[in-house]
Every structure is written in C-alpha cells, then in structure tokens.
C-alpha cells in the first residue's frame, strides 16, 4: 500500500483539477477501507493525510479552489487520532 501511494501522491502533486481530487479520493478510500485493515502504520498514513492537506492548502492558494477533499483530510486524521491510541 505504501508504495502504491506514493506513486498516487506524486501525481496528485502535478495534477489539476477533478483528476487530482479523484487520485485524493482514492488513497484515501484505499487508505480507510475496512476500518483501515491495510494500514499497519498509522504514523505513515497520518503523514499522507498532512501531505495531503498541504497541497490542499498550495493548491487553493493557487486560485483553483483548493479541490473537494479538504473535508475529507480532516475527517481522516480526526479519525485516526480518535480510534488509534500509539498516533
């Protein structure tokens, strides 16, 4: 799962637009799926999750409206910090 991320990541990081919020969609459903049955390491996935948001916030800067899952970043790192107690 790691690897496949980063190489979603690297795309969301040049991409535009609806593709850019569809590959930020998907890692985080790949991410969250089954009660986060794929995630051994949840530092990992909240450093995504804030990797995320920062290129939300750049990318918003930029003029483009800052895509659609800002939303969603925050309701995954609240959930994440609420459900596992090592984050």
């Known amino acids: 799962l790691p690897e496949l991320v980063t190489q979603l990541m690297a795309h969301a990081k040049v991409a535009e637009g609806q593709y850019r919020d569809e590959l930020m969609a998907k890692i985080i459903f790949m991410c969250s799926r ?3 049955a794929f995630v051994s390491d949840f530092a990992w996935y909240v450093s995504v999750l804030l990797d995320m948001a ?10 483009d409206g800052g895509g659609e899952h800002g939303r969603s970043v925050a309701k ?3 959930d994440v910090a609420l459900r596992v107690d090592t984050v």
Not at 58 to 63: D, I, N
Request: proline fraction near 0%; charged fraction near 20%.
């Open 76 to 78: 995954q790192l609240k």
């Open 34 to 36: 089954d009660k986060y």
């Open 54 to 63: 920062t290129l939300q916030q750049a990318v918003g800067a930029g003029g």
